[in-house]
């Protein structure tokens, strides 16, 4: 027995005082030298070199600049400008320099015209800036506005006319769904790009222009200049130079792209041109288009209001956010993966009579518009467009099965084309159906999916990425605009990098038989024959009709005779030249009637086009200018103002 | 008469006792100065002097409150007190908002600070729990403590608030420290913080972190954006010379070249103003403040109030340290007020509601003590 428990245990409370007292003298000693050391930094800085500080206080007018790079410029295949900078002048304020805002607004809008947009953008962003940090009130200041504010300048210090650089698109509504446009950079954009980055006035809101945007913006440079007391520059100390953004050539070819758009006429739509080989987009068009200069500056109200209350829509881009049923121009598609799963060899038969009956289900079945075509192959299927044929390859498929292939054939998930917030679309199956309804899957969708009806989903870009795997013997590739990039004029050419083609078949019989099944289609006795005839070479291809309504009872209609809104979408997929393919089209025309009648003769335009060379005549209005030089703007520039 | 004349007199002897004169005149000079400075960042405004003056008067409330607890009482509480502290911590989490994390509950009435809290409650959890165990601490206690520090600062962390998440854990590290935690642990600490600070670098840092303390490096690097601040602060440092521009005359704080001039930056508003004498007193009213808390600690009987005490007084030295230095860019810009002078609720009630817990060290001493 221990009369004492062990010594270390035991609080020894002289020895911890003791203790304490080391540390917080020690604590106190450190406090002291690190108090000490401040006080000699703060020495340091404002005694022995407070002068140099003082002088640098003063010389506040001093003040780092930023110098924003010339965006990059966009060509097309040919190297013809489709997206250029032209140099302007725009007026910032100063808001620490100019006083109230409101009288400045007022009295500078008795020279200078200010819309309402520009005064309600000017407010917001110059709330969200520094005080000293110029804002923009108004861009693209006239030459005779410029003269008139030259005289006027003494009476408005802190206001300034600098010189910068206006994206313009010299084709205007031709590509405005593929290049999309720039448009002033507002307070949400600010939060995301930072401040420094509020120098850029403009960001690519859509197409190219905002998928691209960081590659095409450049970086930010700045200079030190010297301000007088109204704040102007008057003098550069020094430069970090910016980095210009790299230039973008499109894989689209001008003089297609305007055949595309003159062979719809006054037709609304939307098609896609690409080459099989490389998944190179060589035109796209929606119709109807828009000028994309309208909103480079801030759009009008008037403007906005007539494009957005414009019942054809003219700002969707029906290719990738557009999208309703494929109809019969999946038959190729679904017709592969009947050989694909094993249920069907090309020269399997079917006897059509004209109506399908699900095995065991009486009553009325599912009706072949042309009646009952009799012994079908995989071939005369594709090329009579039999539509009882599918629909018993899509029962004997089973839905599931029947989703997977079309899963893989790249349905019901983005291309990955260079554009933002393409759609999904959508493939018919009964997961797909829960999460829109509360009703079961009833067998009569799997058939009807068949001839690509129900609740599929599938854009243009979808159908000709589809179509142009089966021209380019079953490799599936990612569409795409942009096929090279270059850091600067003198740079070469860069291409981006494409991923490796997904195969969608490892029979290349299989593909074969579909492609004859195609070629049959433009062959006499096939739904698109009155489209080929006259051709000097061969082509393949699949007309459609994407119902907008469900047919009555027995009674056969003229789509024609419809009310306009309630007419079908006509389709067309095709490819050119049959043997080897260096095109692949999918034409989708709104209220077209008949694919066969209204779609298809669209594509054999662009076929001959492309492929003999007929393209129409150039818009004598859109010719652009040589393209300019600047690659910077630079406060240097704006010493120069110009003269009266 | 007279009566009356006693009566008042008591009381005035009762409610005053317990406070500590000379901090207490030390404290009113800072707010003074506080109050003045920011008159003049305010550009001659008033609404934000009356509201710093409202926040002393809450915090200086909650000081004398806490002088007049009998320390051990104050102990007793502790674990409670540190408890309760800690929900809103996590709360904060939730339902926080702020610029670059969660730092703050909005109570309607004004922005709510959960982390100012731990500045105080983590210390007396510290100070409750070596008391009980004999000193130098022994390796198990140490790291228990540590595991104390390490909960709330890794909330703090998560918000995330990289200062005060520091400050708090420094203000622990201090209890430690004065508890006769060995020289080899001081050191062991010490490599593994700069071992561990690439790693920080790489998976910890946010972004804007990382900026910070780049820019901080090379200033010069972005002058549009973050090195903006460290130029403009230090212009303002530097040009104040010998006795500064007079009070209301700085024109790098009137100009608005100086970012967040009422809180952060204040010191630097100071220096411009009022030169190096006007930072040569405050920073002595600093080193009164602190000495005043260690020595009070020193004439305390037991260990819970003696390591407290100290600690809070070394916690206060940090902030002047870290603020001090990074308004004048011998420091990255880290985010940590100035002790009273930067506007600002929580930290101001908090700091004064400390030293009232030094008072109350000073004045109630225990009679039997462990």
């Not at chain 1, 020895?15 to 007292?21: K, P, T, V, Y």
């Not at chain 1, 022995?48 to 001093?62: T, V």
């Not at chain 1, 850029?200 to 222009?209: A, C, D, R, S, V």
């Not at chain 2, 916690?315 to 002790?339: D, E, Q, T």
Request: charge should be positive; glycine fraction near 10%; proline fraction near 7%.
């Amino acid at each position: 027995m221990r009369l004492r428990p062990p010594r270390r245990h035991l609080k020894n409370l002289v020895a911890e005082a003791d203790q304490f007292r080391r540390r917080a003298l020690f604590g106190f000693a450190v406090v002291l030298v690190a108090l000490g050391g401040l006080a000699a930094w703060y020495f340091k800085l404002q005694v022995i070199e407070g002068e140099e500080y003082a002088q640098r206080a003063e010389a506040n007018r001093i003040k780092p600049r930023p110098i924003v790079p010339g965006r990059g410029l966009i060509y097309d295949r040919k190297g013809r400008i489709l997206a250029d900078n032209v140099p302007a002048f725009r007026l910032d304020v100063v808001p620490d320099k100019a006083g109230d805002p409101k009288k400045l607004v007022a009295e500078l809008g008795k020279i200078i015209a200010l819309s309402p947009e520009d005064i309600a953008a000017f407010e917001k962003t110059r709330k969200a800036t520094r005080s000293f940090r110029p804002v923009t009130l108004k861009l693209r200041i006239s030459d005779d506005e410029a003269a008139r504010f030259a005289v006027d300048r003494w009476r408005f210090p802190g206001v300034e006319l600098v010189p910068y650089l206006n994206r313009r698109y010299p084709y205007g509504p031709l590509l405005a769904h593929v290049i999309g446009y720039v448009s002033r950079i507002d307070e949400k954009d600010l939060e995301t790009m930072g401040e420094t980055n509020a120098a850029y006035t403009h960001i690519g809101k859509t197409g190219i222009e905002r998928y691209y945007e960081e590659v095409l913006r450049g970086r930010i440079g700045f200079e030190r200049v010297e301000t007088n007391v109204e704040g102007r520059a008057m003098r550069q100390m020094g430069v970090q130079p910016a980095t210009p953004g790299a230039d973008l050539r499109l894989s689209i070819d001008l003089d297609l792209q305007q055949a595309m758009v003159a062979a719809f006429g006054d037709l609304d739509g939307s098609a896609v041109a690409i080459d099989p080989r490389t998944g190179e987009i060589l035109a796209m068009v929606s119709l109807p288009g828009y000028d994309p200069n309208l909103f480079v500056n801030g759009i009008s109200h008037a403007d906005y209001k007539s494009l957005i209350e414009n019942p054809s829509r003219p700002l969707f881009n029906r290719n990738v956010l557009g999208g309703g049923p494929p109809g019969s121009t999946v038959k190729p598609l679904i017709g592969l993966a009947g050989l694909e799963s094993g249920l069907r060899t090309p020269e399997f038969k079917v006897f059509s009579t004209g109506e399908f009956h699900i095995p065991g289900q009486r009553g009325r079945g599912w009706r072949d518009a042309h009646g009952g075509a009799g012994w079908t192959d995989l071939r005369k299927s594709i090329a009579a467009s039999v539509n009882f044929y599918y629909y018993k390859l899509a029962y004997d498929m089973g839905i599931e099965r029947f989703d997977s292939y079309m899963r893989q054939y790249g349905f019901g998930a983005p291309t990955g084309i260079d554009l933002v917030g393409e759609r999904a679309g959508a493939v018919p199956s009964p997961q797909n159906k829960a999460t829109y309804s509360k009703e079961p899957w009833y067998p009569g969708e799997t058939v009807n999916a068949g001839i690509g009806q129900g609740s599929w989903v599938a854009t243009t870009l979808q159908l000709v990425r589809g179509t142009a795997a089966i021209a380019d013997g079953g490799l599936l590739r990612r569409p795409h605009l942009v096929a090279a990039r270059r850091d600067g004029y003198q740079s070469p050419w860069l291409p981006l990098a494409q991923p490796e083609p997904v195969r969608i078949s490892d029979n290349p019989a299989n593909v074969r038989a579909v492609q004859e099944g195609m070629m049959g289609t433009m062959m006499p006795g096939g739904t698109g024959a009155a489209m080929a005839r006259g051709a000097s070479y061969a082509m393949a291809g699949k007309t459609g009709t994407a119902q907008k309504i469900s047919r009555k009872g027995n009674v056969s209609f003229n789509p024609h005779l419809l009310p306009y809104h309630l007419r079908h979408q006509a389709l067309f997929v095709g490819y050119a030249p049959a043997e080897n393919p260096t095109i692949a089209v999918a034409v989708s025309v709104e209220h077209g009637g008949y694919g066969g009648t209204t779609a298809a003769p669209i594509a054999r335009k662009i076929f001959d086009a492309w492929l003999l060379g007929k393209m129409p005549e150039p818009d004598p209005d859109a010719i652009p200018v040589a393209p300019p030089v600047v690659t910077a703007v630079t406060a240097a520039h704006a010493v120069a103002e110009p003269a009266r | 008469m007279n009566a009356i004349l006693r009566w008042l007199s008591d009381l005035v002897a009762r409610i005053v006792r317990t406070l500590d004169w000379p901090l207490c005149l030390a404290l009113l000079a800072l707010m003074v100065i506080s109050l003045m400075v920011q008159y003049s960042a305010g550009n001659g405004s008033l609404r934000p002097v009356f509201a710093q003056g409202a926040r002393f008067m809450v915090g200086g409330a909650a000081m004398w409150a806490l002088s007049r607890l009998p320390a051990m009482r104050l102990r007793t509480w502790t674990p409670a007190i540190f408890a309760l502290s800690m929900l809103p911590l996590v709360a904060v989490l939730f339902i926080g908002t702020g610029k670059h994390g969660h730092h703050w509950i909005d109570l309607k009435v004004f922005y709510f600070q959960p982390s100012e809290l731990l500045k105080l409650s983590l210390p007396m959890m510290l100070a409750w729990y070596l008391h009980r165990e004999p000193l130098p601490p022994r390796v198990h206690v140490v790291l228990i403590a540590g595991a104390m520090i390490a909960l709330p600062t890794g909330l703090i962390l998560l918000q995330p608030d990289f200062g005060t998440g520091m400050l708090v854990a420094v203000s622990g590290v201090f209890v430690l420290f004065l508890a006769g935690l060995s020289w080899w642990w001081i050191g062991a600490a010490a490599a593994g913080v700069a071992a561990a600070a690439p790693a920080a670098w790489f998976w910890w840092l946010k972004p804007y972190q990382k900026d910070r303390i780049l820019t901080f490096l090379n200033p010069e690097s972005d002058p549009l954006g973050t090195g903006w601040n460290i130029i403009q602060s230090k212009i303002a440092v530097g040009s104040g010379g010998w006795i500064g521009k007079g009070w209301g005359q700085g024109s790098q704080s009137r100009l608005d070249y100086l970012p967040e001039h009422t809180t952060d930056f204040i010191f630097a508003v100071l220096s411009e103003e009022f030169g190096w004498v006007g930072v040569a007193v405050v920073l002595s009213l600093y080193l009164f403040v602190i000495g005043r808390c260690l020595w009070i600690a020193a004439q305390a009987r037991d260990t819970y109030s003696r390591v407290l005490a100290g600690a809070l007084g070394l916690a206060m030295f940090v902030y002047v340290i870290v603020n001090g230095g990074m308004v004048s860019g011998l420091l990255p810009v880290v985010g940590v007020p100035m002790p009273l002078l930067s506007y600002g609720g929580t930290s101001a009630v908090s700091l004064l509601a400390g030293l009232g817990v030094v008072m109350a060290v000073r004045a109630h001493k225990p009679m039997h003590v462990r």
